[in-house]
Structure formats: structure tokens, C-alpha cells
């Protein structure tokens, strides 16, 4: 990390909202993160009008610093979709945010702030921001395993992401799974069937308990029925913490990481209900596992609700690709 005090504008451009704060870095110390700028993504307008909300809450973060620090060194995004870091273009990208694909993320702040800038996975991001500010402070190595609106992971190893050759890796969400009644026919946000976030996933586990018998609309009220005493909605979330126990597992058997850190709004499950889930997670691991790696430690994620910011600033200073 640079020794002398560094300024990078970082952006977190999601689905249904974008983030940029300007995140100040200074040696081994804890980074500063300035006001966060927020704003609804316009996801039905297209491409073009995403990237030019982004710009415009780029520019808001910028105003809300005090101005006497150095000149930005670097842009950092964090993008949905499948994102060629060495260009910094989206590749592939699901309906959440049509035309997305083909999007020039960095030439296009580049040519609005005329400073290095670099684009990655916002699952990425979110990993980089905890491997080196977070839960895998202190270790070689980290995979962290996104649980939400999708299920999404990131290894990273000696300060770097695995991106991948095509900027794929981490989909753990894309894995099979099996051993729920009917989970292999499942259709997925991908569009293949039997994969892990069409049933554990938050939006995978409330279309679940619809299936049983019991409607509901989002993860909140699946455990809000849970810890209200309903067994049904208490097993469908047992059901989909064990299987993303046995996929976090199978991962464990092939990246053998120092450690892992969960995060998510399904993580975050209060109650009862989110004791259940992560009992349940920690059980799939050891089935899935191999003794060697199965004492690895499966921890929350620390770094806090703008690690993906953090990431993406700490990746555009250390990504060595060449200005796009």
C-alpha cells in the first residue's frame, strides 16, 4: 500500500443502486472512506443512462470531500456483471440490467476524470475490500461468499482476486446441488436448471416456501416466520444453509483458503432463524469437505457494508494492467 497518503474515487454500480465515496489509503493504516454518494440505478433506461447516473454520483462524492487532499490517484470500479478487468469492459451480464454487456466501464470514467481507472466484479471487489481490511487481515488467503439476491464468491490470495481468464470465477452460486426434493429442477437467474442460487439464494428460499404451502415475498419474512414458530419456513432455511455449507465445502477442497468470510442479507438472517441457517451452513461444510480442510474457520464478514468500495480502490492502485 503507498506510504504516502492516497486519494481514489470508488464506485459500487449495482442493480438497484450505485455508491462512491472517495476512499483515502496511507501505508498499512485502516483507510478512510469519505461520504458515500448514493443513487437508484436506472436499470430499464439502458446502458448509457447507468453509466451517466454513475458519473453524476462520482462527481457528488467528489464534492462532498473538502478538497486539500492530493489529487486522485485512480478510479475504482465495482460493476455487476462479468467484467474484463484488463479492459475494463462488461462481458456477460443477467436482466437486472438490460444492455449491460459491452459496457466500456473504464474508458468511460476515464474520459470523464482523465485519471487511471480500473473496473472489476463487484463480488470481487467486495472479497479484495475483506481479504485486506476485513476478516482476512493477517492471512494469506481468503474466499468470501456472498449470500443475497444471488450467490456469488471471490478467492483472493496475496492481495489479489481470482478474476479468471474471462473474469468468471467465484460463481458459486452456478454450481449443481442436489439433496432437497426437486432442487435439480429448479431453474436458475442463469437460465440452467439445479443450480445453488435458484434455491438458496434470498429470492431462491422465499419461492421455496411459496412451494411448500407457505407465500412469501423476501428472506425478512421467511425468517420472520421462522422465528415466529412456522417449522416450514424454519427447515427451507436449514435446507438452503446446508447446501451452501456443501458448496462452500466443495470449494474448500479445491482453493484451500486460510479462511472464510459469508456475507449477505441472508447471512444477516436475525433470530433464531439466522443461528439455524449458519448451523446448518457450518454442517454442510464438514459433509462436503475433506478432513483436511474442514476445520477451516467460517466466519462473518467485517469489513462492513462498503467493502466492494474499499476493494475496488485498493484494486485500482495494485491491478498492474496497462491505462485503458
Known sequence: MPAELTRVLA?????????????????????????????????????????????????????????DGPPLAAIGIASAGVIDSA?????????????????????????????????????????????MFGAGQGCDSLLLVAVGTGIGGAFITQG????????????????????????????????????????????????????RGTPAASTREVADLANNGSRIALGTLIDAGRLTGRAIGDQLNIVDPQVVAVTGGVASASGAAGEEWWAALREGVHESAMDAVGNTPIVPASAGNHAALLGAAHFALTDPATEG
Open 87 to 131: 479492459r475494463g469492459v462488461v462481458t456477460a451480464a443477467t436482466d437486472a440490467l438490460p444492455g449491460w454487456p459491452g459496457t466500456d466501464l473504464s474508458g468511460a470514467f476515464h474520459t470523464e476524470f482523465e485519471v487511471r481507472t480500473r473496473a472489476l466484479n463487484d463480488v470481487h471487489a467486495h472479497g479484495l475490500g475483506e481479504a
Open 160 to 211: 489479489q482476486v481470482l478474476t479468471g481468464s474471462r473474469g468468471a470465477a467465484g460463481h458459486i452460486g452456478h454450481v449443481r446441488t442436489a439433496g432437497v426434493p426437486g432442487v435439480e429442477d429448479l431453474v436458475c437467474s442463469c437460465g440452467r436448471r439445479g443450480h445453488l442460487e435458484g434455491f438458496a439464494s434470498g429470492p431462491g428460499i422465499a419461492a421455496e416456501l411459496t412451494r
Open 11 to 67: 464506485v459500487d454500480l449495482g442493480g438497484t443502486k450505485i455508491n462512491a465515496a472517495v476512499v483515502e489509503l496511507k501505508g498499512e493504516g485502516a483507510p478512510h472512506l469519505g461520504p458515500v454518494a448514493t443513487a437508484p440505478t436506472p436499470a430499464r433506461e439502458g446502458a448509457n443512462a447507468v453509466v451517466a447516473a454513475a458519473v453524476n454520483v462520482a462527481h457528488e462524492a467528489l464534492q462532498g470531500t473538502d478538497g
